[in-house]
């Protein structure tokens, strides 16, 4: 059986690379590419991918928001992580969300193949490099603890965290200044941080966003 495959990252040389990786096995076939996770989201509905290999840290709405919202739509697709990031935050966020595998970007080019033979049976995968602790954890159905924040205000945390305006989220997220005002306020209350800086370092330690996007 061959197994459908979309790639999703925003450097294209990075695609590029995964590309020339996966595509040297002849039952794995690229069918589609995002750059960014909302776009991951409408190409994943459009190809129904068996497996999406997925950024983690990306600008505008993040790779575990992202795998959140592919995977309640289908939830039958195999998604892989693929991150710069070893910290819990990351790899447990992105598990949470539904997840099969978690890659380094730095690691062994055949854990790639590795990983998706791997999820294709069902299995969860974790990057040789991280420490396999993580891997009982998670076969033992063990989480960390949700952030207490709707889908709709984790958007508006990172792209408040990447430093727009509500004029500019509003424009990115098709709503009015004042909803984003209002989901802002909600935001600070819940959390109860109230500083740019403060929203900013929570939503990097919550794996939300990422200084080096």
Do not use: W
Request: with cysteine; hydrophobic share 40%.
């Amino acid at each position: 059986m061959e197994i459908k495959i979309v790639l999703v990252d925003d450097h294209k040389l990075l695609r590029d690379g995964l590309r020339n990786i996966i595509e040297q096995k002849s039952n794995m076939q690229i069918i589609g590419e995002a750059s960014d996770g909302r776009e991951a989201i409408k190409t994943c509905l459009k190809l129904q991918p068996d497996v999406v290999v997925l950024d983690v840290a990306m600008p505008g709405l993040n790779g575990i928001e992202a795998a959140r919202q592919i995977i309640k739509n289908q939830p039958g697709i195999k998604i892989i992580g693929v991150s710069m990031h070893s910290t819990k935050q990351f790899i447990q966020g992105m598990f949470n969300a539904g997840a099969f595998g978690y890659l380094l970007k730095d690691g062994d080019s055949d854990e790639m193949i590795d990983a998706i033979s791997t999820v294709m049976q069902n299995k969860k995968y974790l990057s040789k490099d991280i420490d396999q602790e993580f891997l009982s954890l998670l076969k033992n159905g063990e989480t960390i603890e949700e952030v207490e924040l709707s889908a709709r205000e984790k958007e508006v945390l990172q792209l408040i965290s990447e430093g727009n305006s509500s004029k500019e989220i509003g424009e990115i997220l098709f709503l009015s200044s004042k909803t984003i005002d209002v989901h802002r306020n909600n935001i600070m209350k819940k959390i109860d941080l109230y500083t740019i800086s403060e929203l900013t370092k929570y939503a990097i330690q919550k794996g939300l966003t990422s200084l080096d996007l």
